[in-house]
């Protein structure tokens, strides 16, 4: 997009629709009393300007006008008024952000030159910043690396943000919120996202040479999406720990598309799963936890008894616990590609096989 | 210079045979030495108008390499750590080498004597040591921007400035404190020369206005100042020695810093404004003839600025992690102060009210600053709101509005000054046409240069960006076309000024028929500004009436 059409950015939180009736109100004064004054400047500067014969040295001088007390007094009280009704309107937004609500879940920002790090209370982790000049390629597209805030639509959010260094602003205007972020003290505002989707976050407090590049993207997300991305994708999610442990493991040398010696396992969580000896069962965390731990109870139809059990020695219940949750969470061409990133056990066949997956 | 052929022109016999002459201002001395160890006040303010616009000068380039680099989202022209440098250059020199020394150096020392009715300032020594100091102050920072830049900001928040910039904080810094003894030193001068050099029949109620926002400006330099120097003092030793006193990992408050600079530097952008205001009031009731309207709310609106303005600094930490309650008294405070602000507009406009209004370049400055100062201020309230302002705090909004302010408020206020005084000044007079066409092309300029950040403000582009994200680019490029439209009205008006020393028309003593004091003296004025003590028998702005203050008629010469 070229141009911003709009006079405000998006308003993504409850806070922004508060501002925004705030600053059209202010502004509607404000331009009003401002377009008066003009007008008046205006029409005094062609009404009484100098013309020859009408308003000039050969007709009267000017009146001799001094001042009236009653038009200053007038001009005095009225903007000391309205711009008191400002103060107390700006006063009331002031008093909700600076005061949180107790219960909402807490999220710790750490601010450092030129990055920052958000840690969810599950756990998870994200690191926000580092952008390319252009805004082109956030690091956003590279898997796992987020580059972004993560937030559930409609649901309060409490930051509690400390600086590592020097002194950096953590700024969301589709929010219409900004605290500077101190080292050496926590500072804590907090948010109720109300729209779905993408918006800047920059640092306003100056930093130092890559301070326009400390900013990336705050996503709001409906629940579920969220839900999945808390779970399943972020740094510290128990789906992404999985992943990792699915790849140690050496699973993908067998399940990756390439691969005919085993199933896929994208979207089976809860799908009818065919096995050889004839029945049939449902594919749920405990189907997924014995397929691992004692994979030839369960051998799914079609395909052979190859896969070796993984006992406690190899993996603990807590690992597990994780892998299930990775694979339960896998989706449609999420599979993991068998890559030197995650090489394939010694002695595996690596020609690229031809055999289509059975139906 | 120029100032010779000048004197050429001036030696011609005019039309007072009969008195003896005195020599000019001008005439006293030709050697460079004349100037630069003169203790005149009208040398003195010269002095200070070729190193103040030396100094807009820089700035000026700054701010053009800024502009340009913004052309592009990823940043047309430099790399990141010069841009930061550059916009500190930007900042440095602009505030604390132009916008701060310049009314007060320049029209302040070169009029408060003569429009008091006094020889020269209470003390001529001080006036020219206020210079030099001014000088050392502006080679230290000019060293520190040579010799590696700075690249910290002009507002030099630590712990970034003593812990975490590698560049040459310290000498500007210095330059900074050392700049801001010459600030106090005019301060003083012009306070004692208001309360005690004024000419028989002076009294307060009769001084121009342009007076006493000099007085309440002088009041702030005093007052002010020696806080500023205290906390770049507290960064100076910081940073040098490792002592802890901003930095939290010392044990220090970075905050505190915060309180200490804004302490000077929020009054400090009325040190910047007030002078303008006061050379507003000279202007419009000349060139529509009229009384100003409400003297004295005028003359105690300048002073009331510069009282509460000394109690609004936190407004610039409403998100800096300062304690909730002195943000709600801050936001307050500053809702009284824009009160004054305000007075003046009404009474400016109220003056043009049935008045006899000729649009020659002052005035058209002088209407500018107007329309540009409104803008300005009514944005300042979205800032001094604590809703309003979480959102637009340290954002593009905040560098619109004091762009608005300083440069459509204090530059053009000073360009009208400038036009104003410059018969008086130097005795010729500029090109009519040329002058006019500028000051409608810088007006139009700055609104087409300033403006458009407002928008990118709301949409949140944080301030010192070299680059931002694409969809603000138009507005963006739509600023640097402005600054380039007030580029060029810059250099017609560096011309045309220049030009009138070398051949511009003879002005005579009271070229635009105004009734203050200093237009009943020659032009350029003798050494001791009148040939015998003036004095006074009415207020300034008499011109109904059409007589001066010395009680002649205003129209006669």
């Known amino acids: ?359 | 210079m120029s100032v010779a052929s000048v004197n050429e022109l001036r030696a011609v016999p005019d039309e007072s045979p009969k008195e003896v002459r005195h020599k000019s201002y001008l005439e006293e001395g030709y050697s460079i030495w004349s100037w630069l160890f003169t203790v005149d006040h009208k040398r003195i303010g010269v002095l200070y108008l070729v190193t103040v616009f030396g100094f807009f000068l820089v700035g000026g380039i700054a701010a053009g390499l800024i502009r340009l680099n913004l052309l592009s989202p990823s940043g047309a022209i430099l790399d990141n750590d010069t841009y930061n440098k550059v916009f500190t250059a930007h900042g440095v020199v602009m505030l604390f080498f132009f916008l701060i020394p310049s009314i007060p150096g320049i029209l302040g020392n070169f009029f408060v004597p003569i429009m008091v009715g006094a020889k020269d300032m209470a003390f001529p020594k001080l006036n020219i040591a206020s210079w030099y100091v001014w000088m050392i102050g502006a080679a230290f920072a000019v060293w520190g921007l040579l010799i590696g830049g700075i690249d910290t900001g002009w507002t030099l928040y630590p712990p970034y400035s003593t812990r975490s910039s590698s560049a040459s904080v310290l000498p500007g810094a210095l330059g900074v404190f050392i700049s801001g003894f010459s600030s106090i030193m005019t301060g003083l001068n012009i306070i004692v020369t208001i309360h005690k050099m004024r000419a028989p029949g002076m009294t307060f109620g009769r001084l121009p206005l342009f007076i006493w926002a000099m007085y309440a400006t002088s009041l702030i330099q005093l007052l002010g100042t020696p806080v500023v120097a205290m906390a770049v003092l507290l960064m100076i030793i910081e940073r040098a020695t490792g002592l802890g006193i901003f930095d939290p990992t010392m044990g220090g408050d970075p905050v505190l810093f915060q309180h200490l600079f804004w302490f000077y530097s929020h009054p400090a952008v009325y040190i910047m404004i007030l002078p303008g205001m006061g050379v507003i009031n000279e202007v419009i009731t000349c060139f529509s003839r009229k009384n100003i309207f409400g003297y004295k709310a005028v003359a105690w609106s300048s002073v009331g600025i510069a009282v509460v303005g000394f109690l609004v600094w936190a407004h610039h930490m409403f998100v800096a992690g300062i304690s909730y309650y002195a943000a709600l008294l801050f936001s307050f405070l500053s809702m009284l102060v824009a009160v004054p602000s305000a007075i003046k507009m009404f009474n400016w406009t109220a003056t043009l009210y049935r008045g006899k209004i000729t649009f020659e370049a002052p005035m058209i400055f002088a209407l500018g600053f107007m329309v540009l100062f409104t803008v300005g201020g009514l944005t300042g309230l979205y800032l001094a709101t604590l809703g309003t302002d979480i959102h637009l705090h340290d954002t593009y909004f905040v560098v619109a509005h004091f762009h608005f302010v300083m440069v459509g408020g204090m530059v053009v206020g000073l360009l009208a000054g400038i036009h104003f005084y410059w018969p008086k000044m130097f005795g010729v007079m500029y090109s009519d046409f040329w002058s006019r066409f500028a000051a409608v092309l810088i007006i139009v300029g700055y609104a087409l240069t300033f403006a458009p950040q407002f928008y990118l403000g709301l949409h949140g582009m944080p301030r010192r960006y070299p680059n931002y994200p694409p969809e603000m680019r138009v507005f963006n490029v739509a600023s640097t076309a402005g600054y380039f439209v007030q580029g060029v009205g810059f250099i017609m008006v560096a011309t045309y000024l220049i030009l009138s020393l070398i051949n511009g028309k003879r002005a005579g003593r009271n070229p635009w028929k105004a009734t203050g004091i200093e237009w009943a003296t020659e032009s350029p004025p003798v050494l001791h500004n009148f040939e015998k003590t003036p004095v006074v028998v009415c207020g300034p702005y008499e011109y109904p009436l059409n007589v001066m203050q010395t009680g002649e008629k205003a129209d006669v010469r």
């Open chain 1, 1 to 359: 997009m070229l141009l911003q059409t709009t006079i405000l950015p998006p308003a993504a939180s409850e806070m922004a629709y508060r501002w925004d009736l705030l600053f059209w109100s202010m502004t509607a004064i404000l331009v009003t009393s401002g377009l008066a004054v003009y007008a008046a400047m205006f029409y005094f500067c062609v009404r009484y300007r100098v013309q020859e014969g009408v308003n000039d040295h050969t007709t009267a001088p000017p009146p001799r006008i001094l001042g009236s007390h009653k038009l200053e007094l007038v001009w005095t009280i009225i903007p000391l008024l309205v711009f008191l009704s400002f103060f107390v309107g700006g006063a009331l937004i002031y008093d909700e952000v600076m005061h949180p609500p107790a219960d909402a879940p807490e999220i710790f920002v750490t601010g450092k030159r030129w990055m920052w790090r958000a840690q969810y209370p599950g756990g998870q982790r994200v690191i926000i910043g580092q952008n390319s000049l252009d805004y082109s390629d956030t690091l956003a597209n590279q898997g796992y690396f987020e580059g972004a805030l993560v937030l559930p639509v409609n649901q309060k959010v409490r930051l509690t943000l400390i600086s590592e260094d020097v002194i950096h602003d953590f700024a969301i205007p589709a929010f219409r919120s900004k605290i500077d972020v101190i080292p050496g003290r926590y500072v804590t505002t907090w948010y109720e996202p109300t729209q779905v989707g993408e918006y800047h976050l920059f640092c306003d407090q100056y930093c130092g040479t890559n301070h326009s590049l400390m900013v990336g993207k705050v996503r709001v997300l409906e629940r579920a999406e969220y839900e999945k991305w808390e779970n399943l994708e972020v740094e510290g999610s128990a789906g992404l720990e999985g992943r990792k442990l699915f790849q140690k493991l050496q699973c993908t040398g067998c399940h990756n598309v390439e691969s005919s010696k085993a199933p896929i396992l994208e979207g089976m969580y809860l799908q009818r799963r065919e096995l050889n000896n004839g029945k049939t069962v449902i594919a749920d965390e405990a189907y997924i936890r014995n397929s691992i731990r004692n994979p030839r109870l369960q051998v799914r139809a079609g395909w052979q008894a190859i896969m070796p059990a993984y006992g406690h020695d190899q993996v603990s219940e807590e690992e597990l616990v994780k892998v299930v949750a990775y694979i339960k969470g896998l989706s449609r061409g999420k599979s993991l590609i068998r890559t030197d990133a995650t090489p394939a056990p010694i002695g595996a066949k690596t020609e690229v096989p031809t055999a289509p997956e059975p139906k």
